[in-house]
């Protein structure tokens, strides 16, 4: 069965700092991929999409970057974290024909 | 453009009433339209999924959802709710290869 790991859970991470999110999906080959924030008491916003590997969309200028390098493998990074980062990151794979999207369990992030 | 609208930002239902959560879309073609739950702190689960055929779905947890093309609505319920329904609820619009969401509407249960 195709699953969606995402870690970590939790991070607190100083103004300035590096940052690297994870995602992977198992049981499955070629999936579309996405990364959401959802900032507090706010919907989703889309972030990246990835429909395959090395490759990224991004919908939004942010100081956040996107990257694919494996088929099943999907990291959301940033060089140097701003307070306005902080949010809820979910890593999301598309599954296809309209039968929906599948998330991971999601990463609380707060820059301080 | 395309657009999801959810009216309603909190709603407040007894344990055991009925619950109705609007959402409207605005959308060219036929939809693909979803409905998901997030609890605090957790991502996101999908309830259920119209794509074509009847109109009314059923989800999980006791969710139903119809889609009226005449009113552009996919409106999400359940006919007697409970204290564990308590979450956030968004529709969605699947738009090429991104969904298109709502804001949400969180629901709140009162004892």
Redesign the interface.
């Known amino acids: 069965s195709q699953t969606i790991h995402?870690w970590p859970a939790t991070l607190v991470q100083p103004v300035g700092s590096p940052l690297s999110l994870e995602c992977t999906v198992e049981g499955t080959s070629n999936p579309?991929l996405?990364w959401y924030r959802q900032a507090a008491g706010?919907?989703?916003q889309?972030l990246f999409?990835s429909?395959g590997i090395g490759q990224i969309?991004s919908?939004v200028p942010q100081n956040l970057s996107a990257s694919r390098p494996q088929d099943r493998q999907f990291i959301l990074s940033s060089k140097k974290l701003l307070l306005s980062d902080s949010g809820?990151y979910?890593c999301?794979w598309?599954w296809g024909?309209?039968?929906?999207?599948?998330?991971?369990?999601?990463t609380?992030l707060t820059v301080v | 453009a395309q657009s999801v609208t959810q009216p309603d930002i909190h709603i407040t239902v007894s344990e055991g009433a009925s619950l109705e959560l609007r959402c409207n879309y605005s959308y060219g073609a036929t939809p693909?339209l979803?409905w998901?739950v997030q609890s605090p702190?957790?991502?996101?689960?999908?309830l259920l999924?119209y794509?074509s055929g009847d109109t009314l779905v059923q989800g999980i947890k006791g969710f139903e959802a119809e889609f009226k093309r005449s009113q552009s609505s996919f409106n999400l319920r359940k006919p007697s709710v409970h204290w564990s329904d308590a979450a956030e609820y968004?529709c969605a619009v699947?738009s090429n290869?991104?969904?298109i969401?709502?804001?949400?509407t969180k629901l709140i249960i009162k004892p």
Not at chain 1, 97 to 106: A, C, L, Q, W
Not at chain 2, 41 to 46: F, P, R, S, T
Not at chain 2, 101 to 104: F, L
Request: aromatic share 26%.
């Open positions: 995402q579309n996405y706010r919907g989703l889309l999409y429909v969309s919908e809820f979910l999301a598309r024909g309209g039968n929906g999207y599948t998330f991971g369990s999601g609380r | 693909y979803f998901y702190g957790q991502g996101l689960q999908l999924k794509f968004f699947d290869y991104q969904l969401w709502g804001a949400g």
